[in-house]
């Protein structure tokens, strides 16, 4: 039998892959806690957390355990008419520690169905109350997933071409700084004054895919409390912010005005099994609840609420919520914070930023982002044992919460050997 790396060639289609110029995947065959292991036993830190899901580390003993009992009780079943005990005790858990004003849960797979889903309360929630509202808000440069509504919406759709004759209209502000805010609220200003937007999606505090540009907490709240004022549904992207990762439970925690709406997904189900939630408030709700049977949300995804996922979701809040894992948190903040007065000074780096635990850092040279310098770079870390996935010269760690500092300090040398090569 040929290794999988060798027979996924045959009939696999990759995500983000052009398979030209990337033939080999690389076959991984197992993972625990902080660590991947490929075929040939070479082991990795995961410094992304897989795409920041596993924050509670691979393969959980605790979250298995309940997930293997859940299995025995009950796998799956249609959630439309049906629901169960896993759903609802989610829905009680996760409203104590989501922001005050939200108040109902719905359910879907992943994170562009949960921005999917947002996009389409907030257009339907003007639809229903007879306003003409058919323009949204984005900052430059978000992410917000890979189907329609959530690819018009991120300005970082550098392969979207082929699409984007299909998009919905979007606007684009820059997220705000200390420096920017006058400017952005000007052009806010002309934007809602226009009276056409329905609905503001954006990521809080942290722009993940734009490699982790960071902005300013107060300038976003200034902007979120002008848009409600303007009856505009404003909808927080935290499929990557969210459980644990800005040090705070979600970042909306950290800006005065909370969003109508927020996406969660990822770390939700602490990287055992897909599934994702978009969250609003009663207002939001009230204006679906009719006699009229088309002012309801006609959205569903045949696997809603599977009760496996939100076993997992349920066992991932526990963890969360534990001191080993808060104090876990504030450890890593320490150490990124201790690092980074190490290199920030480096002749090679250009720029450090961090928001709890997401650290990142620009080299001082120019990289395309998905381009071969940066391609050598990811190479360059794998061959030390290291999982990172450079974005253009951007490097950024997202480790596990469980991360030892054997192994940060590991991360932490591996990116510094960067400085010699480049
Ligand atoms: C990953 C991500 C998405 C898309 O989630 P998928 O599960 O990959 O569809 C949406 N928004 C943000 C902020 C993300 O980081």
Same mark, same amino acid.
Not at 214 to 231: F, P, S, T, V, Y
């Given at each position: 039998?040929? &290794?999988?790396?060798?027979?996924?060639?045959?009939?696999?289609?990759?995500?983000?892959?052009?398979?030209?110029?990337?033939?080999?995947?690389?076959?991984?065959?197992?993972?625990?806690?902080?660590?991947?292991?490929? #075929?040939?036993?070479? #082991?990795?830190?995961?410094?992304?957390?897989?795409?920041?899901?596993?924050?509670?580390?691979?393969? /959980?003993?605790?979250?298995?355990?309940?997930?293997?009992?859940?299995?025995?009780?009950?796998?799956?079943?249609?959630?439309?008419?049906?629901?169960? #005990?896993? %759903?609802?005790?989610?829905?009680?858990? *996760? !409203?104590?520690?989501?922001?005050? &004003?939200?108040?109902?849960?719905?359910?879907?797979?992943?994170?562009?169905?949960?921005?999917? @889903?947002?996009?389409?309360?907030?257009?339907?929630?003007?639809?229903?109350?007879?306003?003409?509202?058919?323009?949204?808000?984005?900052?430059?440069?978000?992410?917000?997933?890979?189907? +329609?509504?959530?690819?018009?919406?991120?300005?970082?759709?550098?392969?979207?071409?082929?699409?984007?004759? +299909?998009? @919905?209209?979007?606007?684009?502000?820059?997220?705000?700084?200390?420096? &920017?805010?006058?400017?952005?609220? %000007?052009?806010?200003?002309?934007?809602?004054?226009?009276?056409?937007?329905?609905?503001?999606?954006?990521?809080?505090?942290?722009?993940?895919?734009?490699?982790?540009?960071?902005?300013?907490?107060?300038?976003?709240?200034?902007? *979120?409390?002008?848009?409600? #004022?303007? $009856?505009?549904?404003?909808?927080?992207?935290?499929?990557?912010?969210?459980?644990?990762?800005?040090?705070?439970? +979600?970042?909306?925690?950290?800006?005065?005005?909370?969003?109508?709406? !927020?996406?969660?997904?990822? %770390?939700?189900? =602490?990287?055992?099994?897909?599934?994702?939630?978009?969250?609003?408030?009663?207002?939001?709700?009230?204006?679906?609840?009719?006699? $009229?049977?088309?002012?309801?949300?006609?959205?569903?995804?045949?696997?809603?609420?599977?009760?496996?996922?939100?076993?997992?979701?349920?066992?991932?809040?526990?963890?969360?919520?534990?001191?080993?894992?808060? $104090?876990?948190?504030?450890?890593?903040?320490?150490?990124?914070? %201790?690092?980074?007065?190490?290199?920030? /000074?480096?002749?090679?780096?250009?720029?450090?930023?961090?928001?709890? !635990?997401?650290? =990142?850092?620009?080299?001082?040279?120019?990289?395309?982002?998905?381009?071969?310098?940066?391609?050598?770079?990811?190479?360059? +870390?794998? $061959?030390?044992?290291?999982?990172?996935?450079?974005?253009?010269?951007?490097?950024?760690?997202?480790?596990?919460? @469980?991360?030892?500092?054997?192994?940060?300090?590991?991360?932490?040398?591996?990116?510094?050997?960067?400085?010699?090569?480049?």
């Amino acid at each position: 039998m040929k &290794n999988i790396s060798e027979r996924d060639a045959k009939h696999v289609w990759h995500p983000l892959t052009q398979h030209k110029l990337h033939p080999r995947m690389l076959g991984i065959t197992k993972a625990k806690g902080a660590l991947l292991f490929d #075929e040939s036993g070479k #082991e990795y830190i995961d410094g992304i957390s897989s795409w920041y899901t596993s924050v509670y580390g691979h393969c /959980n003993d605790y979250i298995l355990e309940k997930v293997y009992q859940q299995m025995q009780q009950l796998d799956q079943v249609v959630f439309s008419g049906f629901t169960h #005990e896993p %759903a609802v005790k989610l829905s009680e858990e *996760l !409203i104590k520690i989501l922001p005050a &004003n939200q108040e109902k849960l719905f359910f879907s797979d992943n994170g562009s169905t949960a921005t999917e @889903i947002g996009i389409k309360m907030a257009l339907q929630y003007h639809f229903n109350k007879g306003h003409k509202r058919n323009v949204l808000l984005a900052f430059e440069d978000a992410f917000h997933g890979d189907t +329609f509504g959530a690819m018009s919406v991120s300005g970082l759709s550098v392969y979207n071409g082929p699409f984007e004759d +299909f998009f @919905i209209e979007v606007k684009r502000i820059p997220p705000p700084s200390k420096e &920017n805010l006058k400017e952005v609220l %000007a052009l806010l200003h002309t934007y809602v004054t226009a009276g056409n937007i329905a609905g503001f999606i954006y990521e809080p505090l942290v722009q993940g895919a734009a490699a982790m540009q960071m902005h300013d907490a107060e300038g976003l709240g200034e902007i *979120l409390r002008i848009l409600k #004022e303007h $009856d505009v549904v404003t909808i927080a992207d935290e499929v990557m912010t969210g459980f644990g990762k800005t040090g705070t439970h +979600f970042a909306s925690d950290q800006i005065e005005t909370k969003p109508d709406i !927020i996406c969660l997904s990822k %770390a939700l189900t =602490a990287g055992l099994i897909p599934m994702a939630i978009t969250s609003c408030t009663q207002e939001v709700y009230d204006a679906f609840y009719s006699d $009229d049977i088309a002012k309801g949300l006609f959205h569903g995804h045949t696997y809603t609420a599977n009760p496996l996922a939100c076993t997992a979701a349920l066992a991932g809040l526990e963890l969360l919520q534990s001191k080993e894992i808060q $104090d876990n948190i504030a450890r890593i903040i320490q150490s990124h914070q %201790a690092f980074d007065a190490r290199i920030k /000074n480096h002749p090679k780096v250009a720029r450090t930023r961090q928001t709890g !635990i997401i650290y =990142a850092l620009d080299l001082n040279i120019e990289i395309e982002r998905y381009g071969n310098l940066r391609d050598k770079l990811m190479q360059h +870390f794998m $061959d030390k044992g290291i999982f990172l996935r450079p974005l253009g010269n951007t490097i950024y760690i997202t480790a596990p919460y @469980i991360v030892s500092e054997d192994q940060l300090e590991q991360i932490y040398s591996a990116i510094e050997s960067v400085f010699d090569i480049v």
